[in-house]
Structures are given as structure tokens and as C-alpha cells.
């Protein structure tokens, strides 16, 4: 489908050509094009909904999430914390097996099965500079300090009992997909890199 194109995409450029493209359709399809410029809103509602309107990027600049994770196939909520060992070993695993998709989706860029994913770190830091030194090291975005809730909250509003706990949902739609994508995070990730047993209970 349209939707799953744009979904698919892998650059910036490629998405900017299926939307014109869809605009090129509107006046012989317009109920088609509001139907999919609809399910995008929704999508990017959602993922509102979950961490906000606004991200921090891998240079500290806070983005529209609805920009930062259009496209994306899977987007991960990653739950974690400085002060947190198995954190800590954990972290620089995800950081490899992040950096080794996307290299993978570059170089497969013609497997439509394949597409980029998305991780937003949730912090569980209570010192802004913790935060920002621990934050630091990721290359994928994540919500800003002054706007994380407290850990109770968090707990509530996500259901998990432990960290690091990484949440995988659906890019297209928003749905949660694995509450345990941090022990089946080899399903989402393409490439190379290693794993690692061990959680600390909060």
C-alpha cells in the first residue's frame, strides 16, 4: 500500500517522492489520500501520546517526535538508568546492534522485509547530570529531562517491573508489539553484535 511505502522508506528523499506522488493522485483519488494522510496522524498521535511531542536528538536539540519517528518500522522505548550495572552492560549492546542495523539497512536497501527502527531512551536518572552523561553515549533519541514522570508513574503507565526494560511498538500503528524486546531484541535487529542476560528489579 501507499501507507506501507512511506513506511518503508529509508531516506528522507525517498519519502518526499511517495508524497508528492500522493499528491499527484489526490485529485483522481482523494478519499484514498485522506484515508492514509489519516492513519499517519493517528500513528504519529499515538507515539504522541506515549512520549510527547518533542525528542532529543543524538546532538541535544529537541525535534517534533512525529518527524523524528516517521518511517520507522519498529520504534522501542528503552527504560534505564545511570546508577543501574545491569544497565550499564546492557546499554553499550544495544548502542552496537543499533549502529549494526543500520548499516544493515543500507546495505539491504532493496529487502522491502527490512526497515529502520527507532529507539527513544527513557530515563530513570533523578541528577540531570547523570542524565546527560549517560544520555550522551546513545546515538538514538530520547525524552527530555524535564519532561521524564517519576518512576512510579513511568511503572504505572508502561507496566514494567524492572530495568532495562526496551518496549517495542509497531512504527506503522502505534500498537506495542514485546514488552521483552530487551531478551528479543536479535528479532528487530539486523547484523552483528552480542547479548546479555541480567536485569535490576526497582
Known amino acids: 500500500s501507499t501507507l506501507n511505502s512511506i513506511s518503508n522508506a529509508t531516506s528522507n528523499d525517498d519519502r518526499a517522492r511517495i508524497l508528492l506522488a500522493l499528491l499527484a493522485l ?42 523524528a519517528l ?7 522505548l528503552y527504560f534505564s538508568a545511570s546508577w543501574c550495572p ?27 522485509d527490512v526497515g529502520e527502527n527507532e529507539v527513544i531512551f527513557v530515563s530513570l536518572d533523578k541528577v540531570q547530570s547523570e542524565h546527560d552523561q549517560y544520555r550522551g553515549k546513545m546515538p538514538w533519541l530520547s525524552v527530555p529531562f ?5 518512576k512510579d ?19 506503522n500503528s ?17 547484523g552483528e553484535y552480542q547479548c546479555l542476560k541480567g536485569c535490576t528489579v526497582l
Open 174 to 190: 502505534g500498537d506495542m508489539v514485546n514488552t521483552n524486546g530487551r531478551h528479543e531484541h536479535a528479532t528487530y535487529f539486523k
Open 26 to 67: 489526490s485529485q483522481s483519488q482523494p478519499q484514498a489520500l485522506r484515508r492514509n494522510i489519516s492513519v499517519v496522524q493517528q500513528m504519529a498521535s499515538k507515539f504522541e501520546e506515549l512520549v510527547g511531542p518533542t525528542l532529543v536528538n543524538g546532538n541535544g536539540e529537541e525535534v517534533p517526535s512525529s518527524e
Open 86 to 112: 545491569p544497565c550499564r552492560k546492557f546499554t553499550p549492546l544495544l548502542i552496537d546492534s543499533y549502529k549494526a542495523h543500520k548499516e544493515y539497512v543500507i546495505s539491504n536497501n532493496n529487502d522491502e
Open 146 to 150: 524535564h519532561k521524564l514522570a517519576s
Open 153 to 171: 508513574e513511568l511503572k504505572e503507565k508502561y507496566g514494567f517491573r524492572t530495568i532495562p526494560t526496551l518496549i517495542v511498538y509497531d512504527g
Open 70 to 76: 516517521q518511517g520507522k518500522k519498529y520504534v522501542m
